[in-house]
Structure formats: C-alpha cells, structure tokens
C-alpha cells in the first residue's frame, strides 16, 4: 500500500533585460526536486497577460458587458508555457 506523501508545486517567474525566464518546481514527499526552465523573449511576451490582469480584465468587461472581436493575448499556462488567452 501506498501512503499518500505532499506534493510541493511552484513557478517563479523573473523578468530581465532580454525576457522572462519561468522556473517551474516540483517536489514530491522526500524526493529530490524536479525543475524545469523555460525562457522566452521580450517579442514573444510582447503585451503578456498575467493571472491577476486577466481578472482585472473580466471584471471590466463584465462591468461594460461587452467584449471587443479578436480579443487574444499572450498568456503562461499552469505549466510555465507560452499560449494564448482570448475571451
């Protein structure tokens, strides 16, 4: 029988000069942690939308209960990777 164990899991996020670095954490019970780093450059995260934006933006639009055609922004999914956001 397997004994259920914590499971750690973080992202941490640094922006510099040429981009943003996304540093993704993951640590199960007494194993050693797994880590995996992804970068992307300051084109690719031209006009970039972070969670706490994202709800400043849905409550806008609902508030004006109107959303402009072709709304999409670049976007780091749960997993630290690049995608896109449209509403």
């Known amino acids: ?3 259920p164990h914590p499971t750690e ?8 000069q040429h981009g943003m670095t ?3 954490t993951l640590q199960e019970g007494e194993a050693e942690p797994e880590c995996q780093s992804f970068s992307y450059s300051q084109a690719e995260l031209r006009g970039l939308l972070l969670e ?3 709800l400043l933006l849905l409550r806008v639009l ?3 209960q109107t959303v402009p055609p072709g709304l999409v922004f670049p976007a780091i999914d749960t997993e630290g990777h690049l995608c896109t956001s449209s509403y």
């Open 1 to 3: 029988q397997t004994r």
């Open 9 to 16: 899991k973080s992202t941490h996020m640094v922006s510099h």
């Open 22 to 24: 996304v540093t993704k």
């Open 52 to 54: 706490g934006t994202s």
């Open 62 to 64: 609902a508030r004006r």
